[in-house]
């Protein structure tokens, strides 16, 4: 899955954004949909489905291990699985492109399979670290021979059965804590993981959905989620909800253009992701939740979200695993704010499709924002509302988010905000540009 030719992009300042939009569906979820269909017995259906590369990715991958893939319109998909055991031989390498989530997981699923794949990915996801994921599928037996680095690519030789382990996560990772999980459906025995600060509980809710016995605990030590291995998983039909991470960009867009009023429909609310909707409300946004509902298990609402004044604030260091994906936009939002903010507790941004850290302070410095770098964040002074200076140069350095953050920073500056490469975009969601049109006023 090789890169597409760069599409630079310069920013039109929009004079307000309005209208109703629909996010593409929830990125995490619909991996997690795919993979966990793929390991049931019979059909399964999901609808509202991200079609992005990341998630193409993955369904290319269960293919290739023995799954039937079928998409049957926008959105809507049908799954026939192979079983907790079946996953077989790829024939060949499977191809993550810039998608450390499809990497990951799947490095769990085939942790635990008599089966051996080589992962390879595009030149961002290639220079990401594995270790993390590595050092507990190994001790549940898995052989994994990486590049220098613990990158990518690398073949992992899973084991049948594997070794049921207990695994106190060394950071926040809803990825790790994931493929452990997920290594441990075709374990016998129960696996543990320890979560010391709780991350996004996608796995957890849908793996009960499906039928394996998946315990949740608090305790002393935090987290404490069980799977009882060697489960049978029953078919379902999935509805997925709209991305957060994604409508993140709209509810930080239409706060700080003034005049804007857009409503994102059918954004998933579950409080493990809404770190920054929490964020936003400190700094003053006006977001309203409007028909809350649930779907698939998880919570929902329109969000209705006008311009407003934003002040400054320091973030709360225990909102950053409800967030982690949404600080490059927090960042934008900080820029446009009264005073200073302070968005620190993210080292995990360090090791994202880029460095986040430092490409968001380099971007955000080439369009006049006063920017001091910390080694797990940033702290912005704010314009009060006003307009950046904008007329910079953003180097997105493959990565989706960066790209699309820093179009949303050019919506409100006083001359163009240019991005080097905006392609990246369609790894979470293809229509962005076609919505921020819409938005703008300017679709045809």
Not at 125 to 133: D, G, I, Q, T
Request: charged share 20%; net charge negative.
């Amino acid at each position: 899955m090789s890169h597409a030719s760069p599409a630079p992009f310069r920013v039109p300042a929009a004079r307000c954004l309005s209208g109703r939009i629909r996010v593409p569906g929830d990125k995490s979820i619909s991996h997690r949909a795919l993979m966990l269909s793929a390991l049931a017995v019979g059909e399964s259906r999901v609808e509202g489905l991200l079609e992005g590369e990341d998630v193409l990715a993955t369904a290319a991958a269960l293919r290739a291990m023995g799954a039937g893939i079928e998409r049957m319109a926008e959105g809507c998909w049908t799954i026939n699985g192979v079983g907790v055991s079946g996953l077989l031989q790829p024939a060949g390498a499977l191809d993550m492109g810039n998608s450390g989530t499809s990497t990951r997981l799947l490095m769990g699923l085939v942790a635990s399979h008599p089966i051996t794949a080589t992962f390879t990915g595009d030149a961002s996801l290639s220079a990401r670290p594995m270790e993390r994921v590595i050092t507990p599928l190994s001790r549940m037996g898995a052989e994994v021979t990486a590049s220098p680095g613990g990158r990518l690519p690398l073949m992992l030789r899973g084991l049948c059965p594997a070794v049921p382990i207990e695994y106190e996560l060394p950071v926040a990772s809803a990825q790790v804590k994931s493929a452990v999980l997920l290594a441990g459906l075709n374990t016998p025995g129960v696996t543990r993981v320890i979560e010391p600060v709780p991350t996004r509980d996608h796995s957890e809710r849908m793996l009960a959905g499906f039928g394996a016995e998946v315990l949740v605990e608090e305790t002393s030590q935090g987290r404490v989620i069980s799977i009882t291995g060697e489960a049978e998983l029953r078919p379902q039909q999935i509805t997925v909800p709209g991305d957060p991470s994604s409508a993140a960009f709209w509810m930080v867009a239409a706060t700080v253009v003034p005049g804007s009023d857009v409503v994102i429909e059918n954004v998933g609310l579950n409080p493990t992701r809404a770190g920054l909707l929490t964020a936003l409300r400190m700094m003053g946004a006006d977001i309203a939740e409007v028909d809350t509902r649930t779907v698939g298990g998880e919570p929902v609402a329109d969000l209705r979200v006008r311009h407003a004044a934003l002040s400054g604030i320091t973030v709360p260091h225990d909102l950053a695993p409800s967030m982690i994906d949404e600080y490059p936009v927090l960042f934008v939002a900080a820029a446009f704010a009264a005073g200073r903010t302070v968005a620190r507790g993210a080292d995990e941004l360090r090791v994202k499709e880029s460095d986040r850290i430092a490409a968001m302070r380099a971007a955000l410095e080439a369009n006049g924002v006063a920017v001091t770098e910390h080694e797990d964040g940033l702290s912005i002074d704010g314009t009060g509302g006003e307009a950046i200076p904008g007329g910079g140069t953003v180097q997105t350095h493959l990565d989706h988010r960066i790209a699309m953050s820093m179009t949303v920073a050019g919506l409100h500056a006083r001359r163009p905000v240019t991005i080097d490469d905006v392609s990246p975009a369609r790894t979470s969601y293809p229509n962005f540009f076609d919505q921020l049109s819409y938005l703008s006023g300017e679709a045809a």
